[in-house]
């Protein structure tokens, strides 16, 4: 059609000119007007990208994006573009949030605990650290069939919240499965001078020594935490 041959000239010519908003308004009418679903694809990622590279309109550009996806998840175009504005300290909580489930359901388990770490380092309190944290332990263990770094974000988890139990079964847990039981005894160690409530430190040096007396055969090392028992809860 006339119209359809007109706004693919305009589209050069505004281009030339760099008439941004008049591409932007142009490409927005021609993608109102196709019935094919590829060019409506194409015209969207077209559109993304002029908003996020010549009009710094970044919201705009991630709304695209996200509507890309809600077509089409596995568009390679629109999941590089938002993992490039995932770095973007302003947009990295709502970038996240259209990854998650998109790496979810396609199974693309590195890129979603790489989204997972971001929501972890964006996240205002230690509860939905912990939350984000256990997924991330659940991932490393059950889809990557990696226990160490399982055990490792267990860990990073515990420094969040120490007396969180289910952070603690699991890191007992995976301790196990790794023969890891020194590791785990530096783990509880090392959260001690931090925890802030004295049943806390008690709990601690309670787990610390059983590790020590059960696990490691380490008499010495138990004793020398219930006497820090002692000293704290006389």
Same mark, same amino acid.
């Given at each position: 059609?006339?119209?359809?041959?007109?706004?693919?000239?305009? $589209?050069?010519?505004?281009?030339?000119?760099?008439?941004?908003?008049? =591409?932007?308004?142009?490409?927005?009418?021609?993608?109102? @007007?196709?019935?094919?679903? #590829?060019?409506? %694809?194409?015209?969207?990622?077209?559109?993304?990208?002029?908003?996020?590279?010549?009009?710094?309109?970044?919201?705009?550009?991630? $709304?695209?994006?996200?509507?890309?996806? @809600?077509? #089409?998840?596995?568009?390679?175009?629109?999941?590089?573009?938002?993992?490039?504005?995932?770095?973007?300290?302003?947009?990295?909580?709502?970038? @996240?949030? %259209?990854?998650?489930p998109v790496y979810r359901e396609s199974g693309s388990w590195e890129?979603? %605990?790489?989204?997972?770490?971001?929501?972890?380092?964006?996240?205002? $309190?230690?509860?939905?650290?912990?939350?984000?944290?256990?997924?991330?332990?659940? =991932?490393?263990?059950?889809?990557m069939s990696n226990t160490q770094a399982a055990f490792q974000t267990l860990a990073r988890a515990l420094v969040e919240d120490p007396a969180n139990e289910e952070t603690v079964g699991g890191l007992e847990r995976l301790a196990r499965d790794l023969n890891s039981f020194a590791e785990l005894t530096s783990v509880y160690e090392a959260r001690i001078p931090d925890a802030q409530a004295i049943e806390l430190k008690l709990e601690l040096h309670r787990r610390a020594a059983v590790v020590y007396e059960e696990q490691l055969g380490s008499l010495e090392g138990a004793i020398g935490h219930y006497r820090n028992m002692l000293e704290l809860d006389p």
């Open positions: 059609p006339v119209s359809s041959r007109a706004l693919t000239a305009l $589209d050069a010519l505004y281009e030339r000119l760099s008439r941004w908003s008049d =591409l932007a308004d142009n490409l927005q009418v021609r993608l109102e @007007a196709s019935s094919s679903p #590829e060019e409506q %694809i194409a015209l969207m990622l077209r559109l993304a990208r002029l908003r996020e590279e010549k009009m710094s309109e970044l919201e705009t550009a991630i $709304d695209i994006y996200r509507q890309v996806l @809600a077509r #089409e998840g596995t568009n390679e175009d629109a999941l590089n573009a938002l993992e490039r504005l995932l770095l973007q300290p302003a947009y990295a909580v709502t970038v @996240a949030e %259209i990854l998650e890129r979603l %605990i790489a989204t997972h770490e971001t929501q972890v380092q964006y996240a205002q $309190d230690a509860q939905r650290k912990v939350s984000l944290l256990h997924r991330i332990a659940e =991932l490393h263990e059950n889809a």
